[in-house]
């Protein structure tokens, strides 16, 4: 079961870090206009 709950966390932190990558990338284009 610790195997899981550490998958599942770490597949959650790779989506918070998406996230955070994309609003970035948004942020720099909208920096750009």
Do not use: F, W
């Not at 195997?3 to 989506?15: D, G």
């Amino acid at each position: 079961m610790a195997e899981i709950e550490r998958h599942t966390r770490a597949v959650e932190q790779a989506k918070l870090a998406g996230d955070t990558m994309r609003r970035l990338e948004q942020i720099g284009k909208l920096s750009d206009k």
